[in-house]
Each structure stands twice: as structure tokens, then as C-alpha cells.
T-cell receptor
Framework: QKEVEQDPGPLSVPEGAIVSLNCTYS??????FMWYRQYSRKGPELLMY????GNKEDGRFTAQVDKSSKYISLFIRDSQPSDSATYLCAMEVTGGGNKLTFGTGTQLKVEL | GAVVSQHPSWVICKSGTSVKIECRSL??????MFWYRQFPKQSLMLMATSNEGSKATYEQGVEKDKFLINHASLTLSTLTVTSAHPEDSSFYIC??????????FGPGTRLLVL
């Protein structure tokens, strides 16, 4: 079993839809949770960063962490074609030397 | 803020030659830099972790004599692919951390070995 599981998709939604992206994990030591967006042939871009359980909102993006269920989510409201990309979840343990464990990424396509 | 650059963005080389890729943190001091490799439609594979002024720590299965990493300053790390072969063709991405619990990624370098 992988430490971090993420549905690879592809996920196709119409413009304006609410998108839900999810990751599950097995290591209860993970304390820091991130979502990165990666466009084709580009490096990942940090979207959201949360510590421990709870919600965090930034514009159209909301990140949720449920440590009891070992489950994290990224919601995108009013999705746009420019949101079409691969979304990677990443996690880190405290004192882990900033070493991240990534999910495989979910490919999202927002259609006009 | 938190901008990381990579140079070159793409490179084509002949088999047997060496290629150097630079990674720079432009607006912060990177105590730790990471080098990843990514194959098409796959996630990032960590190759090595480097701290300024010390030897890099390589992940299992990564040949340290093949992939030379130097982290000479708090803003610059280099990855040299020595005696490159076609199977080394990939997308190489660096990231940098300034001590916070996250990493900022460079735009990546696409390497094609003929």
C-alpha cells in the first residue's frame, strides 16, 4: 500500500462546476499538508498549505484536512478552463527535514 | 516571493556527454534543495536532498556518481548528469526550502539524450 493514495483521473467537469480532489494516507505522523498544481511541462506550483486538521480557504480554493480519517481534500469553486492541470497532494512529518511524500496526482480538465 | 529558477529549461545532448542543470532561489535563502525526476504522466520521484555546504543525501536506487549534486551556496544548487544515456532523458525539477515546512519548485528542465 502506498503511503499516499490519489485517484489519477482524468476528471472532466464543465466550466463553473465545483471540483473535489482527494487524497488518503496511511502515515499518522503526517502533520503538514499541501496541494500543488502542475501544468503540462511545468514545475509544480504551491496552491495551499495547511497544518494539522481543519479548513483553509484562499479565493476559489478550499483545503480540508481530516486527520482522524487520514483524508484531505481540495475544493475548487467556479472552476475555469485555466484550472485544467494536474493536482498533486503532498505531506510531511514534523522534523522530516522538509521531505515531502506526494500523491500520484489527479489530472483535471475543465471544459467550456 | 519564493521564486525558484532553473537553467536551462531544456537541453538536447549526445549520449556520453555530461549535462549540468542549475537551480536558484531568487528571493530567499534555501537551506535545503531537492532534486526530482518526473516521467510523463507520473508523479515526482525524489532523487536527492542537499543542504548547503554538505554532501547530498541520495534516495535508494539513485546513483550518486551518475547524478552529481553540488549545493555551494544558499541560493544555488547544481545537478550534473554524467555520461548521459538515452534512459536518462526525463524532466528534472528542483525545489527549495527556506526552513519552512514546504517546498517551492522550479519550472523544470527537460533533458533529451540522443
Amino acid at each position: 500500500q502506498k503511503e499516499v493514495e490519489q485517484d489519477p483521473g482524468p476528471l472532466s467537469v464543465p466550466e463553473g462546476a465545483i471540483v473535489s480532489l482527494n487524497c488518503t494516507y496511511s502515515n499518522s505522523a503526517f502533520q503538514y499538508f499541501m496541494w500543488y498544481r502542475q501544468y503540462s511541462r511545468k514545475g509544480p506550483e504551491l496552491l495551499m498549505y495547511t497544518y494539522s486538521s481543519g479548513n483553509k480557504e484562499d479565493g476559489r480554493f478550499t483545503a480540508q484536512v481530516d486527520k482522524s480519517s487520514k483524508y484531505i481534500s481540495l475544493f475548487i469553486r467556479d472552476s475555469q478552463p485555466s484550472d485544467s492541470a494536474t493536482y498533486l497532494c503532498a505531506m510531511e512529518v514534523t522534523g522530516g527535514g522538509n521531505k515531502l511524500t506526494f500523491g500520484t496526482g489527479t489530472q483535471l480538465k475543465v471544459e467550456l | 516571493g519564493a521564486v525558484v529558477s532553473q537553467h536551462p529549461s531544456w537541453v538536447i545532448c549526445k549520449s556520453g556527454t555530461s549535462v549540468k542543470i542549475e537551480c536558484r532561489s531568487l528571493d530567499f535563502q534555501a537551506t535545503t534543495m531537492f532534486w526530482y525526476r518526473q516521467f510523463p504522466k507520473q508523479s515526482l520521484m525524489l532523487m536527492a536532498t542537499s543542504n548547503e555546504g554538505s554532501k547530498a543525501t541520495y534516495e535508494q536506487g539513485v546513483e550518486k556518481d551518475k547524478f552529481l549534486i553540488n549545493h555551494a551556496s544558499l541560493t544555488l544548487s547544481t545537478l550534473t548528469v554524467t555520461s548521459a544515456h538515452p534512459e536518462d532523458s526525463s524532466f528534472y525539477i528542483c525545489s527549495a526550502s527556506g526552513g519552512e515546512e514546504t517546498q517551492y519548485f522550479g519550472p523544470g528542465t527537460r533533458l533529451l539524450v540522443l
